[in-house]
């Protein structure tokens, strides 16, 4: 399902489904990663029409491995490539997933303007953690 604004155009950002994310400790959306509606492979998304928005995280298969939990970030790049975190401290809705579902959370520079690229990032705790079936989607305004 597609979205649209009043004054038309799409206000869905970012698209990506099916993923596994395995492994303890920090990763990001990469390169090998493509967003479904651009078909851009880039590992970074462009955020230059948006000012704030909603990432939506949908976690389809029941988790394997010990005690794991999947926390969902969203950062910004500023112009010397360094990375800011603009999602809630502890993950995106303030939610750690343990199990299958749905979680979301607000994309916002705190009553800034976010920059222009943006990226998914994720840490994985337990042992030998593995969530599948995992889809993102990010909406702006």
Not at 35 to 47: F, P, R
């Amino acid at each position: 399902m597609t979205y649209v604004r009043s004054g038309g155009g799409s206000n869905e950002l970012f698209r990506a489904s099916g993923l596994t994310l395995s492994g303890t400790g920090s990763d990001t959306v990469t390169a090998g990663t493509v967003n479904a509606l651009t078909a851009s492979a880039a590992g970074t998304i462009d955020l230059s029409r948006i000012s704030n928005g909603l990432l939506v995280v949908n976690a389809a298969n029941a988790p394997t491995g010990t005690n794991p939990t999947l926390a969902i970030f969203f950062d910004v790049r500023d112009y010397f490539g360094n990375w800011c975190q603009v999602s809630g401290a502890t993950s995106i809705g303030g939610a750690l997933l343990s199990t299958s579902g749905v979680t979301f959370g607000n994309i916002s520079a705190t009553g800034y303007q976010l920059t222009d690229v943006g990226r998914i990032r994720w840490v994985l705790t337990g042992t030998t953690p593995a969530f599948s079936g995992v889809s993102f989607s990010l909406y702006g305004r």
